[in-house]
């Protein structure tokens, strides 16, 4: 919910000097001339002087609806009906029981702020084991489910609305989160763990989207004990958009067509046809998972000059592009999502990925090395904090614009 600013360009430049205003030492600060009012740049406001920057600590939640799409869908007026009576009878008195504040509703989302981590812990466990007494006589496609995630975190405050890394952590958690559960970050855990009745479940650094560090993260679900349906191996896909932040400033609406587009007509029929299945979508990129490295790789290629192909004629500044990591390895079930190391390893060497290609780990390259016709390069070594030894990275040069 943050954006990155330009602060440090703008304060560089005595152009920009505002009349009536003069420097102070700080290169983030200015005060009016007669020297009594501050103003500060906000994250996100295009370098804008800013009256007054608050910061705080706060427990956030960050709430959205499992499968929302697919139950307006389904019943439009129902499903908000459904929902707007669970607010009322059940989310909003907890809020406002445990001292929450609701800064913002996102359709499906929900942001709120509390000033005690317990109490928002207290709030969102109390919700998920009312909704879990209140759903479980409804038909399984007509049940609405929450995921919450919790973060405890330093916030920018401006006006009603909250800013930051904080709430960024929030929201990918939130991701993070089994159907009817909540995942939250090891600082509230620490802050928790003596203070109340309940059971988590550590599932080690996990790799969130735009978040620079490796967050720890511990889950919570009304039967933890039942959540975790064992282990297995599987091959990990991880997709992402080349330049989609850029893409979306030249022209949202365009590139939100192209890529649902994209989705509809030739990712996610290839991962059917080649034996994948969707594991969760990631904004602009998705987690799949393959039975076989084989398949996996034959689908990584399929889409590669797809892709590549359909961007031929289009202007160069406008054509998606995927990067791609792979890797294999034992994976934990969680409901339906997957963690582990393997699952990491596939975040982490994507970002190392050519333009239209992919990296894929040496597990990987050495199950389909010779099995498919494709140049591999070896990239080396490369040594991340989550992950317990060096990985050897191997790229996959993006294809050319033949089918």
């Not at 907890?94 to 929450?100: C, R």
């Not at 080349?242 to 949202?252: G, H, I, K, S």
């Not at 398949?295 to 889409?303: C, G, K, P, T, Y």
Request: with cysteine; hydrophobic share 45%; glycine share 10%.
């Amino acid at each position: 919910m943050s954006a990155r600013g330009s602060e440090a360009d703008f304060c560089s430049d005595q152009r920009m000097s505002a009349k009536g205003h003069k420097r102070t030492s700080s290169p983030l600060r200015w005060v009016d001339a007669s020297g009594t009012r501050p103003y500060h740049f906000l994250a996100g406001n295009g370098g804008v002087l800013v009256a007054g920057e608050q910061r705080r600590l706060a427990a956030i939640v960050f709430a959205d609806v499992v499968g929302y799409s697919r139950l307006m869908g389904r019943d439009e007026a129902g499903t908000l009906s459904a929902l707007k009576a669970v607010r009322r009878e059940v989310v909003d008195p907890a809020i406002s029981q445990h001292n929450g504040r609701i800064v913002k509703t996102t359709g499906d989302g929900l942001l709120v702020e509390f000033s005690s981590v317990v109490g928002a812990m207290r709030c969102v466990i109390e919700v998920q084991t009312a909704m879990g007494a209140k759903i479980a006589s409804m038909i399984s496609d007509q049940r609405i489910a929450f995921r919450f995630g919790v973060n405890l975190g330093d916030i920018i405050v401006d006006g009603d609305d909250i800013f930051g890394d904080g709430v960024n952590v929030a929201a990918r958690l939130q991701e993070l989160a089994p159907p009817g559960g909540v995942a939250i970050s090891a600082r509230v855990h620490e802050d928790i763990v003596d203070r109340m009745d309940a059971r988590f479940e550590d599932i080690g650094p996990q790799v969130l989207k735009n978040i620079a560090r490796p967050v720890p993260v511990w889950r919570w679900s009304p039967n933890i004990g039942a959540t975790a349906a064992g282990h297995r191996q599987a091959t990990i896909v991880v997709t992402d958009v080349v330049r989609f932040t850029a893409l979306m400033r030249q022209d949202a609406a365009t590139t939100l067509a192209m890529l649902t587009s994209l989705r509809r007509e030739v990712v996610d029929p290839l991962a059917i046809r080649h034996g994948g299945r969707l594991v969760k979508p990631l904004g602009d990129g998705e987690m799949l998972e393959f039975p076989d490295t084989l398949s996996a790789m034959r689908f990584v290629l399929d889409m590669q000059r797809a892709v590549t192909a359909r961007g031929a004629s289009m202007p160069e500044d406008q054509r998606i592009a995927y990067n791609i990591g792979v890797s294999v390895g034992d994976v934990f079930v969680l409901n339906e999502d997957l963690v582990g190391e393997s699952v990491n390893v596939a975040f982490l060497i994507e970002r190392f990925a050519e333009p239209g290609g992919a990296c894929v780990s040496d597990a990987v390259y050495r199950q389909v090395r010779g099995k498919i016709d494709a140049t591999f390069v070896e990239l080396g070594e490369k040594q991340f904090r989550i992950v317990g030894q060096p990985v050897l990275v191997w790229g996959l040069r993006p294809p050319n614009t033949q089918v």
